[in-house]
């Protein structure tokens, strides 16, 4: 089945720096790959998706890079502010059905 | 809006108890997802459905089932808890699968389960 690595666990950024985040997945049959912001006590919410079709998708300050043939992608934060800290989670998917997070990375920016 | 909710915030249970939690969405969503969140592990999915009556196993289903009579409604059941399931629940569904730009999932608030 599927498997989905990110690093790194935890990553600290000073305010105005920008922060990457990086995930690895091993189906290659994926095609769906999003990327969810969980504030503290708060519920999972999709900040930005990308398919197998499109290698760069961008919005705002925020945006997602797909190497199908390296079976990575990447989320890269511009600009970071202080609530831009929280636990990201990349994820990999099948046409929107068996879902395989990531284990997520603790974000902090330092004011 | 998607409203994605659960039935209950917090639940205290003994071992050797049945749990049901509950999941409703009302945006006619085909899609429903049962994950539990543990630190460390991220989310990991337990069943879904795609749609009434149907489900499929995910990565963790051991210990669990589910139930979906009701398109708006997706129920997980831990049919005789143990110490080993304290965790947090956490539904989500997306409007259908297959189809482009459908797939986004709208998560729950969570259900913290204590099982003593």
């Known amino acids: 089945g599927e498997n989905v690595e990110q690093h790194p666990s935890t990553l600290s950024v000073q305010e105005g720096d920008s922060a990457v985040i990086k995930c690895t997945y091993s189906?290659?049959?994926?095609?769906?790959f999003p990327w969810y912001k969980q504030e503290l006590g708060k519920r999972p919410q999709l900040i930005i998706d990308?398919?197998?079709?499109?290698g760069e998708k961008k919005d705002q300050r925020i945006a997602v890079t797909l190497n199908k043939t390296a079976k990575h992608f990447s989320l890269h934060i511009t600009e970071t502010q202080p609530e831009d800290s929280a636990v990201y989670f990349c994820?990999?998917?099948?046409?929107?059905?068996?879902?395989?997070f990531g284990p997520g990375t603790r974000l902090s920016v330092l004011p | 809006d998607v409203k994605v909710t659960q039935s209950s915030r917090y639940l205290v249970k003994r071992t050797g108890e049945k749990v049901f939690l509950e999941c409703v969405q009302d945006?006619?969503?085909?899609?429903m997802f049962w994950y539990r969140q543990d630190p460390g592990l991220g989310l990991r999915l337990i069943y879904f459905s795609y749609d009434v009556k149907m489900k499929e196993k995910g990565d963790i289903p051991e210990g669990y089932s589910v139930s979906r009579e009701k398109k708006e409604r997706f129920s997980l059941i831990l049919e005789s808890a143990s110490t080993n399931q304290t965790s947090m629940y956490l539904c989500?569904?997306?409007?259908?699968?297959?189809?482009?730009?459908?797939?986004?999932?709208?998560f729950g608030p969570g259900t913290r389960l204590l099982v003593l």
């Open positions: 189906d290659s049959a994926s095609n769906y």
């Open positions: 990308i398919r197998s079709n499109v």
């Open positions: 994820a990999a998917s099948t046409h929107g059905q068996n879902f395989v």
């Open positions: 989500a569904s997306s409007l259908g699968s297959y189809r482009v730009y459908q797939e986004t999932q709208y």
């Open positions: 945006m006619d969503h085909e899609n």
